[in-house]
């Protein structure tokens, strides 16, 4: 029929409606709706078309039809379908009590959904705890004062990081050997006691082995956790949710490597694989003489994916079915111009619909029982059957073991393979029968696009995360002047010798004072001989300030104007001994002084000039190579604010560069600390804020930046959760689980990678790496500034992260309980009038589906990047312990009040995300360790380890030496692998020896890991399942021999303990909502194409029936009278047509 009627749509031509069940929705039960050809100049096809199409119940039009009653029956379809309980008392489906129901009772939905709720509700005590231990760090963070930063965000995350641990007298740690030793608790000391070696009580140093300490034990407690919950807690749900739940895997098995057709009979498929199985279960040395031991067989036949474009079908009949109804309505109430559109309408999925037929091709017309099998489900009586089966076919999932199979276990000759049931609703039917290697290619195609986005994703997300602060420009000034540090003992300087360097390691290569073209040298008297620059190493001249012989005044300093502008970097002095400072501080200058002797003595360099970081001489007169480093620090102290007049007149000094004063930016700081954010905003109505106008918009931008790189992570995820949609749809992958754990690790990896790593990456400085990761540079990796976990870099980065983890928590949680409570009712008030249908209005009643595998992937994500950088943010496990409770509540609250039934997933996307902690754990120990390690932020000696770390790291304790002061003295910078061994030394310090412990024990466990995973496990596995198998024998006979047959009862029970027969566990399931068949009619997800192949059964029905009838009448020389519903219907079609 469907070769001579070329055009219009086939289908399946079958004496028995197909898949065994009668679906017809209300419309349906009113209407026969048949196919019409989309080309209206086929006459033949539009007369064939006639005969098959709509016929509209003359009852139809207005008595029957009634919208309250539709209404009723779509809001108990919404209760039906949601997250309910039947109560077998009242008849009514009923939510679940929000408050009282623990995850244990939500077994019903499916284990997946429970041991992801016992997941994060555990999940947020272990942060509680893991908060608890790492409180004295807190603590010791918080009373730190470190950090001060203009930013008023960074200075709040900051103050709570390590890069705020210690505290600096007043005066300030003014050398690296000062900073080490810098006391734990931040107050300021009197002066004449700040000059005391033992009024510190508790020094940084001496307490960060115990914090050290206590963040190796709270990440042990993480690690032990996610273990405990992959091996112990997963097994033991499950099989107390099995015995508590009953569900039709209980019953059923999977059988694969079925023969495809049969060489006889193969109609009657079902009942020879239902014989087969009744006769392997009489076959057992403990035979079960059950007749009707088999409930149900349910066949997965070869539709070559046809069952996507049937649900298509399905979906355009279901709409076509409300067009219909709405035209009928529309011409009985006299609105003509509504139903002419309502006709446009259907024509349109009339046409579709055609479209849709003509590409399912040969599916349509080929008859169920004629199709191939995949697979099949059986369903048994009782669950200890089921149990008996597996157990005889327990080889048979090793394919090396199916060869060995006997005979009376194969079927028509072919080895099967046996395995437990999934869910019926874990179950994606229209991929069952695509073939396994060509999925395998799929999986292969999707994995590469998968990389190919993320790079894509990486060069977006690099482009906007750059928050780092620019790094520093070389000081190149005219004039240079060196002063006696405040904090230095004595007011006398006295000099034999200054030499500045351009080489940052003080190297006399060219670019030195002495070769640079000078206009003079001078001090607060007048201008000094030039010979006082040289060092010559025997004093023979000397320069003295007027502080030697005038105690007490501020002319301590001396300065050298060259004719253009030098960048210095090093620089040596000698003194004479007599009165050494013992700290000096070097100045930048725009420009020189007036030469006039009352300026000379009333100029102060630190109101004019950019400072330097203080450094301290070697000795009392070779001071050896002094770095120069600007001073990026700013009083804190109200009183010590730079005045207006001062900021001004720096201003005025900087010319079209304002914002490279640093008097002017300390005093924009200051103000924008005292005003708070009105300081920033405009209008800039008062002098300090017109004065700072520049410096508050460059503010502004920053901010604007860092807001918008964590904007970005956000809204990029989002977009990614579209596009791997459409990946893991086109893999084709059979159950629902399996989807879950592919969009699991895709939308993890990439929210991950843009949310925790890329902005660390993107903020490093790598200067120099090999030439084939030449491509870095496309991802902006290794721009940066950072070449190291500095105080800048938890202050500005790390603030950063914070933000973006705070923004990916609110996009995290709210959006899905909106789309719940707030789109879903409204959409439904909305649509619901121009719905008339029952099936069309079920469907904009049903509640939207929660998603597991994106919250659990959501969830890690959060996680990981807490555990990440907890080391050095310890506020981030109570942010991680806020999240776990506001995940708990809401989830749950959107999954039992506003939520479908979820698909009942597997344990295993749970268990693939909880398998993953330890990869938290080991970057964990990754940065805390290199954070700690860091003598600046943390500084503690040696531990007794240092010979292992020197062994496993290749490098020695004198190589250390060499790379840190090279690093110091600015000779090498950015992140080389001689640095990175330097730092992975540090790991052995006495604040991080447990955290190398856990990172060289989980770098050995992975190596093992995957070399089990990728190389050995293939070829071991069947000689592991022997060796079990022959333990279990052994077991079992010699407990026999006991006489332990309460531990034999107890280790084989469920195999022996009787079961409640199907029926009636089919009563209790339905009770709860669950759908306790594996046919594909009764699959809630595919009742529309289930509805497209009836109607296409009914269609290939009518065309044969008609077929034959018009022969026999030609044959007979009569013709067909037509009857009065035929004319009128006739009529109606060509209308439609017509329009």
């Avoid at 090793?398 to 006997?406: E, G, M, N, S, T």
């Avoid at 993320?454 to 005219?478: F, H």
């Avoid at 005093?667 to 209008?683: E, S």
Wanted: hydrophobic share 40%.
């Amino acid at each position: 029929v469907g070769e001579e009627a070329d055009g219009v749509a086939g289908g399946e031509e079958s004496d028995r409606e197909p898949l065994g069940i009668n679906f017809v929705s209300e419309a349906t039960r009113r209407t026969k709706f048949g196919e019409r050809p989309d080309e209206v100049g086929n006459d033949q096809e539009i007369e064939d078309s006639s005969e098959i199409a709509v016929e509209v119940d003359a009852g139809f039009q207005m008595s029957g039809f009634d919208p309250d009653a539709l209404l009723a029956e779509a809001k108990l379809h919404q209760r039906r379908t949601a997250c309910t309980v039947l109560n077998k008392e009242t008849g009514e489906y009923e939510f679940e009590p929000l408050w009282t129901t623990t995850p244990r009772t939500m077994g019903h939905l499916g284990v997946g959904v429970q041991l992801y709720f016992q997941f994060i509700k555990q999940m947020g005590a272990i942060f509680l705890v893991m908060t608890l231990i790492s409180l004295p760090a807190l603590s010791f963070n918080i009373m730190g004062s470190m950090v001060d930063d203009s930013s008023s965000v960074n200075n709040v995350f900051g103050r709570l990081s390590i890069a705020n641990l210690g505290n600096c007298p007043a005066s300030g740690c003014q050398s690296a050997e000062k900073l080490r030793d810098r006391c734990a608790f931040a107050f300021h000391l009197p002066v004449f006691l700040e000059r005391e070696q033992d009024t510190c009580d508790l020094r940084v140093k001496d307490i960060t082995q115990w914090l050290g300490l206590l963040d190796g034990l709270s990440i042990l407690l993480f690690m032990s956790f996610g273990v405990y919950f992959v091996q112990r807690w997963i097994p033991r749900i499950v099989r107390e949710t099995d015995e508590a739940q009953i569900t039709p895997a209980d019953y059923t098995i999977w059988i694969h490597q079925l023969p495809k057709v049969l060489c006889e009979d193969h109609e009657h498929y079902e009942e020879k694989l239902m014989d087969h199985f009744q006769g392997v279960l009489k076959s057992l040395k403990d035979p079960v003489d059950d007749d009707q031991a088999i409930y149900d067989v349910s066949l997965v036949r070869e539709y070559n994916g046809a069952i996507m474009r049937f649900t298509s079908k399905g979906q355009h009949l279901q709409d076509q079915d409300n067009a219909q109804m709405l035209e009928a309505q529309a011409r009985a109430s006299g609105k003509e111009k509504v139903a002419a559109k309502l006709r446009k309408t259907i024509a349109k999925r009339d046409s579709k619909i055609n479209c849709i037929e003509r590409s399912l091709g040969k599916e349509a017309k080929i008859t169920d029982e004629n199709r191939g099998v995949c697979s099949a489900f059986v369903t048994f009586r009782h669950e200890q059957y089921k149990d008996k089966i597996l157990n005889e076919y327990r080889f048979g999932r090793h394919a090396l073991f199916r060869l060995c199979q006997p005979e009376r276990l194969r079927f028509q000759g072919h080895m099967l393979k046996v395995v437990e049931a999934c869910e019926p609703t874990d179950l994606y039917w229209e991929n069952l029968d695509y073939n396994r290697w060509k999925r395998l290619m799929r999986k292969g195609v999707v994995f590469v696009l998968t990389f190919l986005v993320l790079v894509l994703c990486s060069i977006v997300i690099a482009s906007v995360e750059s928050v780092s602060n620019e790094p520093a420009e070389t000081m190149q000034k005219t004039t240079w002047v060196i002063a006696n540090a405040s904090s230095s003992e004595t007011d006398c300087l006295s000099f034999c010798g200054w030499d500045l360097f351009s080489s940052s390691s003080c190297v006399a290569d060219g670019a030195t004072s002495s070769t640079w073209a000078a206009e003079r040298l001078f001090d607060a008297t007048g201008t000094v001989a030039a010979s006082t620059t040289q060092l010559d190493g025997t004093c023979s001249r000397r320069w003295r300030s007027i502080g030697c012989s005038s105690p007490g005044s501020n002319a301590s300093w001396i300065g050298i104007e060259f004719s253009s502008e030098h960048a210095v970097r090093c620089m040596k002095v000698l003194q004479d001994g007599t009165s050494p400072a013992k700290e000096l501080r070097l100045f930048a200058c725009t420009s020189a002084p007036s030469t006039a002797a009352e300026g000379l003595a009333s100029w102060i360099p630190f109101e004019h000039c950019q400072a330097m970081e203080i450094v301290s001489p070697k000795t009392d007169t070779y001071s050896g190579s002094l770095k120069v480093v600007a001073d990026t620090s700013c009083a804190t102290d109200p009183a010590d604010y730079v005045a207006l007049e001062v900021a001004e007149q720096a201003k005025i000094e900087a010319g079209s560069r304002p914002l490279s004063s640093p008097t002017l930016n300390c005093f924009c700081k200051q103000q924008a600390k005292k005003n708070l954010a009105g300081f920033i905003t405009p209008p800039y109505d008062t002098p300090a804020e017109e004065l700072c106008k520049e410096w508050s918009q460059e503010t502004a931008r920053a901010y604007g930046k860092v807001a918008g790189a964590a904007l970005a992570v956000v809204i990029l995820n989002e977009v990614l959760l579209g596009i791997y949609s459409f990946f893991i749809a086109w893999e084709r992958l059979c159950t629902v689980t399996e989807l879950a754990q592919s969009q699991l690790w895709k939308l993890f990896t990439s929210q991950f990678l843009n949310t925790g790593l890329l902005m660390v990456l993107v903020n490093a400085s790598f200067k120099h790496y090999p030439d084939f990761l030449f491509f870095i540079k496309f991802f902006s990796i290794g721009e940066g500034s950072y070449h190291d976990l500095s105080s800048q870099w938890f202050t500005v980065v790390g603030t950063t992260l914070v933000l973006t983890i705070f923004l990916e928590i609110f996009n995290n949680i709210v959006p899905p309980v909106i789309i719940s409570f707030v789109a879903t009712p409204l959409k439904a008030r909305f649509y619901r009038k121009t719905k008339v249908t029952q099936e069309a209005l079920n469907a904009v009643y049903t509640l939207p589906e929660w998603n597991l595998p994106l919250r659990l992937a959501q969830s890690l994500n959060v996680i990981f990047c807490v555990v990440m950088y907890s080391g050095g943010m310890p506020i981030l496990y109570i942010v991680g312990f806020l999240y776990c409770v506001a995940a708990y509540w809401m989830d749950k609250w959107s999954l039992l009040r506003a939520s479908c039934r979820p698909p009942a997933y597997r344990e295993d996307v749970v268990r693939m995300g909880v398998h993953m902690l330890p990869v938290a754990a080991f970057l964990h120990t990754l940065v805390a360790a290199w954070a700690f390690g860091n003598q600046v932020l943390f500084p503690s000696d040696w531990s007794v380890l240092k010979p292992l770390a020197e062994s496993v790291f290749g490098i020695t304790e004198d190589r250390y030496n060499e790379v840190v002061e090279a690093y110091r003295m600015g000779e090498m910078d950015g992140v080389t692998w001689d640095f990175c061994s330097a730092r992975f030394l540090d790991f052995a310090r006495e604040g991080a020896w447990l955290l190398m412990l856990i990172f060289l024990a989980s770098c050995v466990y992975y190596m093992v890991y995957w070399l089990w995973v990728m190389l050995l496990k293939p070829f071991l596995n069947p000689l592991a399942f022997l060796a079990n198998e022959g333990l279990r024998r052994l077991t079992k006979k010699f407990l026999k021999r006991c006489g332990c047959q309460r531990l034999l009862h107890f280790l084989w029970q469920s195999a022996e303990n009787p079961t409640m027969p199907y029926e009636e566990a089919k009563m209790e399931m339905e009770a709860k909502g669950m759908t306790s068949s594996y046919r594909l009619a009764d699959n809630v997800k595919y009742r529309a194409a289930y509805k497209a192949l009836l109607h296409t059964a009914e269609l290939v029905k009518q065309m044969t029936e008609k077929s034959i009838k018009s022969s026999a009448m030609a044959a007979a020389g009569t013709s067909e009278e037509k009857s009065e519903d035929d004319i009128v219907y006739e009529e109606e079609t060509d209308r439609h047509y017509e329009i």
